[in-house]
């Protein structure tokens, strides 16, 4: 089996730590791109100052363990996944962990109050509206 044709994914929104500052999204991210490019997981994080969507995608045991640990994490608070399986084909091949600064708290809001397929597909039409920063 290639590892195309393993894909997953995994859509989840969180909260920062209250009394952290918003600079901590900033090491969350150096230490992410470097371990997940170890384990091909590829994806987009997006903070608004104050909550977290990140869509992650890669081979099914590594974004799994992957969502574990980030459960575990003691900067994130609030963890719900809000969508996961099967993926066809990567959506982020062009860049490994992109972040992205949400322009006002009511985008995220928006994503943070759906669940499902929904707020992922919400997520994902925000998308062109998101600075990306590879």
Known sequence: MTEEAALHEVFYC???TQDLPPATVGSIVTQARARNAQHSI????VFDGMRFCQHLEGPQG???TLMERIAQDPRH???R?????PLAARRYSG???GLA???????MAGVHALEGEAALKHFLALQPSFDINA
């Open 62 to 64: 590594a974004v799994e």
């Open 95 to 97: 860049f490994g962990m």
């Open 14 to 16: 969180s909260m920062l």
């Open 42 to 45: 590829t994806g987009l994080l």
């Open 77 to 79: 608070t609030s963890v």
């Open 101 to 107: 600064e949400s322009e006002g708290p009511h985008l």
């Open 81 to 85: 996944v809000v969508y996961r399986g």
